[in-house]
């Protein structure tokens, strides 16, 4: 496989996390370094290893995969996004007391579900007889890069005062679209074009 192909495949798997890590930033406000860590090693590592995962799958279980695996990212981003949403209707007094998306499961949810794409590359990969591990490797590096970057930008959108209970709100939005846009790529949402 040429770099230039791996490299764009690479680019766009690390796209979801990257919208994610934009709502991540705008909903922390305030990001130190190891939340930057936690975030981007655990999109980058479960990016490395969803095509792992589905390169030695192989053809074996493809079929069943398909079948529901843009359903579970979607209802996974769903439920992520609903609870930003909520949130930020919440009383401002609360703000302390709000849940870090870059902790326990909702770090977990959310991994899971920026990656499931890269599981069907690695079933790809399979396929064409390709070794799977420097594009494993190049995928979970730039998912993390990704990740790094839209954290940070999504902390300079969230920490302004007047923005903030909307950015909150819109980083909510964004993950629900992130969830239809995978279900329409699946064709799962037959009415939208």
């Known amino acids: 496989m040429q770099i230039f192909n791996l490299l764009a495949i690479a680019v766009a798997l690390a796209m979801d996390a ?31 290893m969803m095509p792992v995962i589905g390169w030695s ?12 695996d843009h359903w579970i990212a979607f209802g996974l981003l769903v439920f992520v996004g609903g609870n930003m949403i909520r949130e930020a209707f919440e009383n401002d007094k609360d ?11 909702t770090l977990v949810l959310l991994s899971v579900a ?16 390709i070794s799977i591990w420097t594009p ?14 839209g954290l940070h930008m999504g902390k300079k959108i969230g920490s ?7 950015a909150e709100i819109i ?14 790529d699946h064709e799962a949402l037959f009415f939208i074009a």
Not at 60 to 66: F, Q, S
Not at 117 to 124: E, F, H, K, N, P
Not at 136 to 149: C, K, R, S, W, Y
Request: glycine fraction near 10%.
């Open 136 to 149: 494993a490797l190049i995928i979970g590096i730039v998912a993390g890069m990704f990740t790094i970057i």
């Open 57 to 68: 799958a192989g053809l074996t279980v493809r079929a069943y995969i398909e079948r529901y």
């Open 95 to 105: 703000q302390q007391e709000k849940k870090d998306p870059t902790k326990g499961m």
């Open 18 to 48: 990257f919208a994610v890590a934009i709502a991540t930033g705008v909903n922390l406000k305030t990001v130190g370094f190891r939340q930057t860590f936690r975030l981007s090693w655990h999109f980058g590592f479960f990016q490395a």
């Open 114 to 129: 920026t990656s499931i794409d890269a599981l069907a590359v690695g079933l790809s990969i399979a396929l064409l007889k």
């Open 160 to 166: 302004a005062v007047r923005l903030s209970h909307w």
């Open 171 to 184: 980083g909510g939005i964004v993950l629900l679209i992130i969830g239809l846009k995978i279900l329409h």
